[in-house]
Each structure stands twice: as structure tokens, then as C-alpha cells.
């Protein structure tokens, strides 16, 4: 049997069950069901199976729990496998320690900018509107924020003043590079003085345990840029950029896809035409921030970054209350599906259109979470130790050439993602079919031994009405 008749044969029967236990009419295998395909992939069949079987509600609760639980558990994970890369990047090299001309009183490594910001980050002010729902811990002055993006920011306003980040790693930047043989609008970068006798390793350790990768909200955040293109809209990114980060969001599908345990071979990375035409779609649709929803007609559906905003402050203004936070989730998401429904006439393609919402959050969410992987607060790291290790030219072309270069790490990332998200989902599907086989197991008695009452109440002549009466208690 394929998958395709294994994953129908799954919703038949729960379909079948649920048709003996409410009396409701079996489910309609159609293309409303996008997992019944002959994929491998796991994410969005559970995403189908739990909607099916309990609805909005349940997958709001799987969302939550991804953000509140799992997000910890995932920064710790992509932390432990980013220090292994790291290390297999060093091994590499002849001698582990830092380069004379990297230390504190050499003339430091230069990286431009362009060659550690994949998605143009650092061209928005964290103090706008869309830099709020992009940046973390926006402080005054912005060097001194636990937020590496954001300290970022600040060394770049402020040029050629020499800034370190927690005593690891300082940094300068020049946008006229010419009088330091360094190239323009770039970063001068060198080991504190405190890592001047460290190895290479210790100093990629301890910066990688200085970051803070993941922030709850801006995991949010940026499900909604990449669904609806939110936030991308409103800082007005180019169509170039947003096709670029749409070939991202391509490979990163295939290799969650994947069922092997190695990563996706090379021809990966080349794109189809159907597969350049979509994101050219998904560009054009991120630019405009608006998507059509498939319903009786296409209906435009947005999430309008006020939206993002009101969910972000409640979000932050919850601190480090879990239940506070989970309540802003909730709130915020439960607020977004109805602004993305707004449009829809019919009251039944509303409640459709809802759950499909919230579907696509959970099957978006590894996407967000790898792309804020490849945001300069990671980036800027393998580009420094690639330049120090293979020499001052070697670089990244763009994001896919990144994951295309460390396939194993982002394979391992994405996995660690995926386990948590089936874990989840798993478990919601698991109680509620127990649940429904309960049903149906008494549903099942019930009928028994109705019938069997029936029988006997014939055989000494209770009249057929009274039989028919209690026989209509079954439907």
C-alpha cells in the first residue's frame, strides 16, 4: 500500500468512527487535505490528522506549547549543534588559536555587512514600527541590548567607535573602508583582550552561549512575514530580496521533506520551474502583504501589522509569566485568524479558513525558526571562522549558498524542530483517538445490548411501537 492510500485509509476510518459516535458525515478526502499526497512529510499529515479530529482549538494549543516549551529546549539544541559545526570548521585548520592579526592588538578580520545579513535586517531602525517586531531588548543606547541583532544596529550608527560585545568579541564599523584596506560599509572585527590566549573554540563556545537566538514573539512574528509578508510589506523590501528568501523557504521544505537520514544532495539547490514560478508568487504576495485565500472565490486575506504590534506588547508586557504568555499567544493568534477571515462571506468558509490559519503557523514554524538561524547573529560567526580557517576571501553568496555549505548543521537544526512539533501534535491526536475509540467502543455496547433487549421484548409481545421507540434511541 503507497502513502497516499495509507494516509486515506487513516482518515477514513477516523471518519467512519466519528460518523458512529456524532453522527457526522464522513470526511471528504479532497485537496482541503494537503498532506494526502505521496510525501514523507510527517508535520503536516499530524497538522491534518489533529484538525480533523478536534479542530482549532487543539492546534492554538500545539502552538502555544511549541512557543512556551519547546522553544527552550530547540535554542539549546541549535546551540549544541552550532558549537559541533563550529568545531568541525576549526579542526580544519592547522593550529586552533587565534591568528595574531585577529587578537586585540592585531588589525582585526573585515566582513561587510551584505555578506552576514541575509534578509536585509540591518537596514531597519529597531526603534520603528517593524523593527519592534523584529529586534529584542531595545535600549537606549542600542550597544548596550542583550540582543545581538539589535547591538548590531547600534555599532553600525556609530561609526568608528569600537564596541564589545560581553568582553568576547569587539567590534567597529566603517563605511568608507579604504584607508584600512578593508572593503566599504563593513565590520572590523577582533577577540577582546580577554580571549588574546584562548583558542578559536573557546572564543565560537562562549559567543554562541551569549546569544539569546530565540524570542517567543518574534518567532511569531515572522510566521506571519513569511505567510503573509507582514512586516516585509511595511519596511518595503524588494522583490529581489523576497524571491531570495522564498528559495530559502524552498529548501528548507525540501529538507524537511526528506526522509533520509543524510542531507539533500546538491541538485537540491537548483530549482524547478513550477518551483521558481511559486516563489516568484510568494514573492509578489509578501511584497503586497496581502495572500487569496482558497474558498468559493479567492478572497484577499492579511494580518495587519498593528495586529503584530498589539500581540508583541502584550507579549513582552507579560515578562516571565508562562501563563501570561501563554494567554498573549492565544489572544494574538486567535485575533490574527479572525483578521485573516475578515473578508470571507460564508460563515462555514470562516471556520474553514481559521483552521487552515492556524495549520499553516505550526507547518511555517520551522521555517521562521531556521531563518532567524540565518540572521547576523549566527551568520556573522561561521563567516568569521570560515575567513580565518580557508582565508580573508571566503564567504557566503546568500543564504541558500549557506545552507548548501552546511547542510549537516542545518539538517540537524531542522530535525530537532521537526521532533518537537511531531511530539506535540502526536500526543493531541493520540488522546483524542483514544477518546474516540472510548466512543465508539460504547457506542458499540450500547447497541448490543439495545438490540438484544429488543429481541426479547418481541418474543413476549411488547407492542412494535414501543420496540421502534427504543430502537431510536441508538441514532
Same mark, same amino acid.
Given at each position: ?65 511549541? *512557543? ?5 529546549? *530547540? ?92 568582553? *568576547? ?26 580571549y588574546d590566549n584562548k583558542t ?209 548543521l542545518m539538517n540537524r537544526i ?62
Amino acid at each position: 500500500m503507497n502513502v497516499i492510500s495509507k494516509k486515506k485509509e487513516v482518515f477514513g476510518k477516523i471518519g467512519a468512527v466519528k460518523t458512529l459516535t456524532e453522527g457526522l458525515p464522513k470526511l471528504k478526502l479532497s485537496s482541503s487535505f494537503a498532506s494526502i499526497n505521496n510525501s514523507g512529510d510527517v508535520i503536516s499529515f499530524l497538522t491534518d490528522l489533529v484538525k480533523t479530529l478536534v479542530g482549532f482549538e487543539a492546534l492554538v494549543s500545539s502552538v502555544i506549547d511549541t *512557543i512556551t516549551h519547546s522553544l527552550p529546549r *530547540i535554542e539549546k539544541e541549535v546551540k549544541k549543534a552550532l558549537k559541533v559545526e563550529l568545531k568541525n570548521i576549526v579542526s580544519c585548520g592547522v593550529n586552533p588559536s587565534l591568528p595574531s592579526w585577529m587578537k586585540s592588538t592585531g588589525p582585526g578580520i573585515n566582513i561587510q555587512v551584505k555578506k552576514i545579513d541575509f534578509a536585509d535586517i540591518l537596514r531597519t531602525d529597531p526603534n520603528s514600527v517593524a523593527g519592534q517586531l523584529i529586534y529584542n531588548d531595545i535600549t537606549t543606547p542600542l550597544v548596550n541590548s542583550t540582543d545581538f541583532n539589535t547591538f548590531l544596529y547600534g555599532v553600525i550608527q556609530d561609526e568608528g567607535i569600537e564596541y564589545s560585545w560581553k568582553n *568576547i568579541i569587539t567590534f567597529k564599523f566603517v563605511a568608507n573602508g579604504a584607508p584600512f584596506g578593508f572593503s566599504n560599509n563593513s565590520l572590523i572585527i577582533k577577540a577582546d583582550q580577554a580571549y588574546d590566549n584562548k583558542t578559536l573554540t573557546d572564543l565560537n563556545n562562549d559567543f554562541i552561549d551569549s546569544l539569546i537566538l530565540f524570542n517567543s514573539d518574534n518567532v511569531v512574528n515572522k510566521v506571519m512575514d513569511i505567510i503573509y509578508g507582514t512586516v516585509s510589506s511595511t519596511i518595503g523590501k524588494s522583490f529581489k530580496q523576497l524571491e531570495s528568501e522564498a528559495q530559502i523557504n524552498t529548501i528548507i521544505d525540501k529538507m524537511v521533506a526528506n526522509n533520509d537520514k543524510n542531507p539533500i544532495p546538491d541538485s537540491a539547490f537548483s530549482f524547478t520551474k513550477e518551483e521558481t514560478y511559486k516563489q516568484q508568487a510568494e514573492a509578489l504576495a509578501r511584497k503586497k502583504g496581502s495572500i487569496n485565500l482558497k474558498t468559493t472565490n479567492d478572497i484577499p486575506s492579511s494580518v495587519p501589522i498593528s495586529q503584530l504590534t498589539d500581540f508583541t506588547q502584550q507579549f513582552k508586557s507579560a515578562g516571565g509569566n508562562v501563563i501570561q504568555q501563554k494567554d498573549a499567544i492565544k489572544n494574538g493568534l486567535t485575533n490574527m485568524a479572525n483578521a485573516s477571515a475578515l473578508n470571507v462571506p460564508n460563515p462555514i468558509d470562516v471556520v474553514s479558513s481559521k483552521l487552515n490559519f492556524i495549520q499553516q503557523i505550526i507547518v511555517t514554524l520551522i521555517k521562521s525558526i531556521v531563518n532567524i538561524v540565518l540572521s547576523p547573529k549566527v551568520i556573522l560567526t561561521f563567516v568569521l571562522n570560515y575567513k580565518i580557517v580557508y582565508g580573508p576571501q571566503a564567504t557566503f553568496t546568500n543564504g541558500v549558498d549557506f545552507i548548501k555549505k552546511n547542510k549537516n548543521l542545518m539538517n540537524r537544526i531542522m530535525k530537532v524542530i521537526a521532533e518537537e512539533l511531531i511530539k506535540i501534535l502526536l500526543a493531541i491526536a493520540l488522546k483524542e483517538i483514544a477518546v474516540l475509540v472510548s466512543k465508539a467502543m460504547a457506542k458499540k455496547q450500547k447497541e448490543k445490548v439495545t438490540l438484544k433487549l429488543a429481541q426479547l421484548q418481541s418474543l413476549i409481545g411488547v407492542p412494535t411501537n414501543i420496540i421502534q421507540q427504543l430502537l431510536g434511541n441508538l441514532i
